[in-house]
């Protein structure tokens, strides 16, 4: 396939009930020309899908998931519902006026003025109008007006209110069912519980009047239920069954053998004994607890989007633009690059942008987690969704919509939530030829009953019903997904971005965590300690200028930490005539000295024996030993070819390093340091943050390379690095975990995102992992569990030894609960606590 047309897509599905449903979607699209993957999670009801346009459609795609009897969402409703709060209106003419020109704008398909409130309702296409649009037309007109509310229609929200509105649908079916399938029960059983009848309905007098009353509570009931049979009974005739097949079956196939005893009791033949041979409140009850049970599951589900609803309340819906010396109050949405916003103390921020002017404290807690608020000037960087606390700022917006951090938070908490883990794989492929084996046992069950087992038909009918009515496919399909779900969604809310489920089952796998030194255990700011001078030639203080001017042109934390200190001290320097790096040794310059220039070389000792530096002794040797030996970097400082200082710079570790090593090393974890520092200085830093094994002197690019080996050695490796010059090594690494300084961070980098500055989030990282992966296994076990044991018990293999048979009504129950189970077991999740440091 040519990479070029190759496209990746994630597009709702709606009409999922079970995973044989996900299954069916996932065979035959993944086996259509043109599909590279094809992917169904039953949980989020999407489907993840790579295919080639150039041989395939999207309107193709649609087609044949229609066919299966689903709907594949192509398009999403870009509708707006905006009310206006209108200024200056006198009369019904005003209010007919605005409504007549804003009505007649491209785009709007609703405008409504209400003159006693002075509000407007206008229902707009986004793509085509904007609310600034609206207002200007109406200002135009000689009114004014403001945003008052705003209903937007994003994928998610949309999703979520149709979710909603289902379960309220649910709601309004279900408490009828439950009350009638009762009365059917309490009626059909009142001998048995010693409830006495009128007489005029009794079995034992007027057998015809007992049955048509349950048969007549009953129809209701299958009524109110019917989707079982609308999708059930189609599924089944397309060769494809899921679990409302077996419902439908199920229960039809009860309510016709009653149905039928019904019509011969009204025909005299033998009225007294079928009588007690009806199944109505078999249906009844069935089809009201699995409609419980379907509405426990929803509303669970509902639950397990939560992290994104709370993401997504972070951004107002509306901003204060400031234009032409107004302040109008627009949509975030429709917020462009280059646009002034006013944020008002209390109010948070719309979209990423740089502040213009103004001072104030900004909350980023909901973030990074970082409890402090942030001062903020103009120039300083502020995101979308934090909290202003105190002061007006006014910010230039240069990353809106999709771009900002927030969109890219929830986009990948989305992907992440829509992905699969390997641990799945077993699952899904037993769920597609589920749904046909239980119908094959039930019928084998039923048959062997009557025919070998010499039993009565009732007996043989209770064995066939309960077979298809215990049996959960949802508890498998479901296992898996929701707990990825809720694990990286309560990941989000912890500052832990996990990429995809795959990303999540490795992280439990990690045996060994490889940590970058430079700004992941320490730092990454490190600072001049120690400046030895030796020099006859020039004083400390041209030295240093010197030293900043060579070093000016360097990106390196070194440098940095050099020039800065050069610069507290008020030092004049000036930018090198030339400059260049030696990797792994150092850098040498050319420097202007008075009026000529000098040849520079600051590095370590093999740069100066290289270069064969006059006045290197043994003692200045050890002197730089016993700097390393403390922790510190030492360098050599050269001009012209003569050694002129020693000088040591540190990076000191992060407060929460020993605490967290620990903490790993408890959880069975081998923790690595890699580092570019000599030996003895990564020794002593090593030594320090409680860490047993370094590699020391590696090379940028040779980081990679390092992993490699370790995973040679059989390790599962995870990598810790800041996501960008270690981008390779994370890329290498079994698990790549990029560690951001705040929420400025490379997202793209690694398998798992670190919104933190700090190595709490490794420790949360792992420990959510394993939590997650034990909670699916005890999920899968669960739903494997239960149809292993409940089939072969609802067959009456347990009869034939003398035990129970089992109740159709309690296998409905039983197969109810288990799926809710399952949903609620993943939700424990939500609950989740990072390990103490």
Same mark, same amino acid.
């Given at each position: ?40 999670? !039953? ?38 519902? /905006? ?42 296409? #986004? ?7 609206? *207002? ?11 945003? =008052? ?9 949309? +999703? ?35 409830? =006495? ?49 077996? *419902? ?13 005893? !019904? ?5 005299? *033949? ?13 249906? #009844? ?50 917020? /462009? ?7 008002? $103390? ?7 942008? !740089?502040?213009?002017?103004?001072? =104030?404290? &900004? ?9 402090? #608020? ?24 240069? +990353? ?30 037993? =769920? ?22 010499? #039993? ?119 930018? $090198? ?13 050319? &420097? ?12 370590? &000792? ?40 020693? /000088? ?28 570019? @520092? ?6 002593? *830093? ?64 690694? @398998? ?10 490794? /420790? ?12 699916? +296994? ?60």
């Amino acid at each position: 396939m040519g990479a070029a047309n190759m496209k990746k897509m994630t597009l709702p599905v709606r009409g999922m009930h079970c995973a044989s449903c996900s299954a069916r979607i996932e065979k035959v699209v993944g086996g259509l020309d043109g599909v590279e993957e094809c992917t169904v999670n !039953l949980a989020s009801e999407t489907m993840n899908v790579e295919f080639d346009e150039a041989r395939l459609s999207l309107e193709a795609l649609a087609h044949q998931v229609k066919e299966l009897g689903f709907e594949l969402v192509l398009s999403r409703d870009l509708r707006q519902e /905006v009310v206006l709060e209108i200024q200056g209106m006198s009369c019904a003419s005003c209010s007919s006026r605005i409504e007549k020109v804003v009505g007649g704008l491209p785009g709007v398909s609703v405008c409504s003025v209400n003159l006693a409130t002075e509000k407007a309702r206008v229902v707009f296409a #986004a793509d085509l109008v904007r609310v600034r649009d609206l *207002i200007q037309t109406i200002k135009e007109l000689g009114f004014s007006a403001t945003v =008052s509310q705003v209903e937007g229609r994003s994928s998610f929200a949309e +999703k979520q209110k149709e979710n909603r509105q289902r379960l309220r649908a649910m709601v309004r079916r279900l408490w009828p069912a439950l009350f009638l399938a009762l009365l059917v029960m309490v009626f059909s059983m009142s001998e048995m519980v010693g409830i =006495s009848l009128p007489a005029a309905v009794t079995p034992g007098q007027h057998p015809f009047r007992y049955a048509l009353i349950q048969f007549l509570l009953v129809v209701p009931v299958l009524w109110l239920g019917r989707n079982f049979y609308l999708i059930g009974i189609p599924a089944l005739f397309r060769r494809a069954p899921n679990m409302d097949s077996l *419902i439908a079956l199920g229960t039809g196939a009860a309510f016709i053998y009653s149905t039928w005893n !019904l019509i011969e009791i009204g025909m005299g *033949i033998e009225p007294f004994h079928k009588a007690h041979d009806l199944y109505f409140e078999s249906a #009844a009850m069935l089809i009201a607890l699995v409609s419980l049970g379907k509405y426990l599951e929803a509303r669970s589900k509902l639950k397990t989007s939560d992290a994104i609803s709370k993401l997504m309340a972070l951004t107002p819906d509306t901003a204060t633009l400031l234009k032409d010396g107004e302040q109008i109050k627009i949509l975030a949405a429709e917020i /462009v690059k280059g646009d002034h916003i006013l944020v008002r $103390p209390g109010d948070r921020v719309a979209v990423d942008g !740089l502040v213009k002017s103004g001072e =104030s404290a &900004v909350d980023e807690s909901m973030l990074t987690g970082e409890s402090i #608020a942030l001062k903020k000037g103009p120039g300083d960087r502020l995101y979308g969704g934090t909290l202003n606390k105190n002061g007006a700022l006014t910010v230039v917006a240069d +990353k809106v919509g999709e771009e900002t951090m927030v969109a890219r938070i929830i986009r990948l908490v989305e992907d992440a939530q829509g992905s699969k883990a390997p641990i799945a794989n077993l699952a899904d492929r037993i =769920s597609l030829y589920f749904v046909p084996t239980v119908m094959v046992i039930a019928l084998v069950a039923g048959l062997s009953w009557y025919f070998v087992g010499q #039993a009565d038909f009732t007996f043989a009918l209770r064995i066939f019903i309960a077979v298809l009515v215990i049996a959960c496919p949802c508890a498998m399909g479901l296992a898996t997904p929701t707990s990825i779900m809720v694990g990286t969604g309560r990941g989000a809310q912890l500052g832990v971005l996990v990429k995809n489920g795959g990303a999540l089952e490795m992280a439990q796998k990690v045996q060994t965590i490889i940590f970058d030194k430079t700004g992941t255990l320490t730092h990454g700011r490190p600072s001049l300690t120690d400046f030895l001078h030796f020099s006859r030639q020039f004083d400390r203080e041209t030295l240093l200028a010197l030293l900043a001017s060579a070093e000016s042109s360097s990106e390196h934390p070194l440098a940095e930490a050099l020039v800065n200190y050069v610069r507290q001290k008020q030092l004049p320097f000036s930018a $090198p005539l030339a400059f260049q790096a030696v990797p792994g040794r150092g850098i040498e310059a050319q &420097v202007s000295c008075g009026q000529q220039s000098c040849a520079l070389l600051l590095g370590n &000792v093999t740069l100066m024996q290289e270069r064969e530096v006059g006045g290197l002794s043994v003692e200045i040797i050890a002197q730089a030993a016993e700097l390393s030996a403390a922790g510190k970097t030492a360098l050599y400082l050269s001009i012209n070819g003569e050694l002129q200082a020693l /000088v040591g710079v540190a990076d000191h570790i992060k407060s929460e390093t020993p605490a967290t090593i620990r903490k790993l090393r408890a959880m069975g974890l081998e923790v690595v340091m890699l580092t570019g @520092d000599n030996e003895k200085t990564a020794q002593a *830093i090593a030594a320090e943050a409680g860490i047993d094994r370094v590699i020391a002197g590696v090379l940028p690019d040779h980081k990679a390379q390092e992993v490699k080996r370790l995973q040679e050695e059989g390790r599962v490796v995870a990598m810790v690095g800041d996501g960008i010059n270690d981008a390779p090594a994370l890329a290498t690494a079994d698990l790549g975990i990029a560690m951001g300084t705040g929420i400025d961070v490379a997202i793209e980098s690694g @398998d798992v995102v670190l919104m933190k500055g700090n190595l709490d989030g490794v /420790v949360t990282a792992l420990a959510l992992s394993r939590a997650t992966m034990t909670n699916i +296994k005890q999920n899968l076990f669960w739903a494997f569990a239960y149809n292993i044991i409940g089939i072969p018990v609802a067959a009456g293999v347990l009869y034939i030894f003398g035990g129970p048979t089992l109740n159709p009504m309690l296998a409905g129950a039983a197969m109810a609960l288990s799926s809710v189970s399952v949903v609620t077991n993943a939700l424990r999740l939500r609950f989740f606590t990072s390990p103490q440091v």
